[in-house]
């Protein structure tokens, strides 16, 4: 006869006791490594995400012309404050006029990158009626602004900005929608064209032309202004925004960021801070972004651009 065997009553108690200990301390083990996987992935989302859009502004704000830099409270309406005497966090909108880099770094010709335009003038051969930039090609700028326009743009629409002169931010660029002090080439921008068979000549693109004006020798060519803003800001629910840049518009024609034929590009979601400040010519920019999967959890990148 063959005996067999079972577990006692008392095996079965500490049996069912160390299931029930492993049970427990088992999920709440595995509860812990989802929540750690979860803020773990969020949090390197939100390190990438607010790190490259810093960067991208920045990059942005690097080739700016630098007494152009202007605040806004919320939106294009409101009244353009230079950057220096913004001060506080109720600034949503940062707005620039950007020289050209793209043109001033030029094309390979077989040889070297030439610049589409030299930066320089020629005082001496210019006259009331025109400005002669040698080694630019005011062909080569007209061709690389419609390609980055999407042809919305051309050197019908580039201005100057000559570098010593004096800075008007409320009437000198068309940030208040004014352009009169521009159109007579009395503004800190100058909007110039082509000179049909000199590509190293511009002539004013304004019915006014250049007498009477303080010409200096060097210059900044740009075609566009740019916008970072803060819009959908919802202050009663989760406190976060949408991160927007906005360019391909000429305030020296009285355009503004809002207006037909600007492009916009969305840079980030659930912005709960955008926050700048600047000491003299160096600006300091702040992102803050949330998430929506952990509660007061929130990312700030920040970078200063010299």
Same mark, same amino acid.
């Given at each position: 006869?063959?005996?067999?065997?079972?577990?006692?009553?008392?095996?079965?108690?500490?049996?069912?006791?160390?299931?029930?200990?492993?049970?427990?301390?088992?999920?709440?083990?595995?509860?812990?490594?989802?929540?750690?996987?979860?803020?773990?992935?969020?949090?390197?989302?939100?390190?990438?995400?607010?790190?490259?859009?810093?960067?991208?502004?920045?990059?942005?704000?690097?080739?700016?012309?630098?007494?152009?830099?202007?605040?806004?409270?919320?939106?294009?309406?409101?009244?353009?404050?230079?950057?220096?005497?913004? %001060?506080?966090? @109720?600034?949503?909108? /940062?707005?620039?006029? +950007? !020289? &050209? *880099? $793209?043109?001033?770094? =030029?094309?390979?010709?077989?040889?070297?990158?030439?610049?589409?335009?030299?930066?320089?003038?020629?005082?001496?051969?210019?006259?009331?009626?025109?400005?002669?930039?040698?080694?630019?090609?005011?062909?080569?700028?007209?061709?690389?602004?419609?390609?980055?326009?999407?042809?919305? %743009?051309?050197? @019908?629409?580039?201005? /100057?900005?000559?570098? +010593? !002169? &004096? *800075? $008007?931010?409320?009437? =000198?660029?068309?940030?208040?929608?004014?352009?009169?002090?521009?159109?007579?080439?009395?503004?800190?921008?100058?909007?110039?064209?082509?000179?049909?068979?000199?590509?190293?000549?511009?002539?004013?693109?304004?019915?006014?032309?250049?007498?009477?004006?303080?010409?200096?020798?060097?210059?900044?060519?740009?075609?566009?202004?740019?916008?970072?803003?803060?819009? &959908?800001?919802?202050?009663?629910?989760?406190?976060?925004?949408?991160?927007?840049?906005?360019?391909?518009?000429?305030?020296?024609?009285?355009?503004?960021?809002?207006?037909?034929?600007?492009?916009?590009?969305?840079?980030?979601?659930?912005?709960?801070?955008?926050?700048?400040?600047?000491?003299?010519?160096?600006?300091?920019?702040?992102?803050?972004?949330?998430?929506?999967?952990?509660?007061?959890?929130?990312?700030?990148?920040?970078?200063?651009?010299?």
């Amino acid at each position: 006869m063959v005996k067999k065997t079972a577990f006692t009553l008392l095996e079965l108690v500490f049996s069912i006791v160390i299931l029930g200990i492993i049970g427990k301390f088992g999920v709440e083990f595995l509860a812990q490594v989802y929540r750690s996987f979860i803020f773990t992935s969020v949090n390197h989302e939100l390190e990438l995400n607010s790190g490259s859009t810093v960067e991208l502004v920045a990059s942005r704000l690097q080739y700016r012309i630098k007494d152009s830099v202007i605040a806004r409270k919320n939106d294009y309406t409101d009244d353009p404050i230079a950057i220096g005497s913004a %001060s506080g966090n @109720d600034y949503k909108v /940062l707005e620039w006029v +950007g !020289s &050209d *880099s $793209d043109g001033f770094r =030029g094309s390979w010709d077989g040889s070297f990158h030439k610049p589409n335009w030299s930066s320089i003038l020629d005082l001496d051969a210019g006259n009331a009626n025109k400005l002669v930039s040698p080694e630019t090609n005011t062909s080569a700028i007209d061709h690389l602004v419609q390609v980055l326009s999407d042809g919305n %743009s051309s050197i @019908d629409d580039v201005a /100057l900005y000559f570098l +010593g !002169s &004096d *800075s $008007d931010i409320q009437t =000198g660029y068309g940030w208040d929608g004014n352009t009169t002090l521009i159109d007579e080439q009395n503004g800190t921008m100058h909007p110039v064209t082509a000179v049909s068979g000199h590509i190293d000549e511009f002539n004013s693109s304004t019915p006014a032309n250049f007498s009477g004006v303080d010409i200096y020798e060097y210059y900044q060519l740009a075609w566009t202004a740019y916008a970072i803003v803060l819009e &959908d800001y919802n202050a009663t629910g989760n406190s976060t925004g949408t991160l927007k840049l906005y360019y391909n518009y000429q305030p020296w024609e009285g355009e503004n960021y809002a207006s037909n034929g600007a492009y916009s590009a969305i840079l980030m979601k659930n912005v709960s801070t955008f926050q700048f400040t600047a000491i003299d010519s160096i600006i300091k920019i702040q992102v803050c972004v949330k998430s929506d999967l952990i509660e007061e959890y929130s990312i700030c990148k920040e970078k200063t651009v010299f």
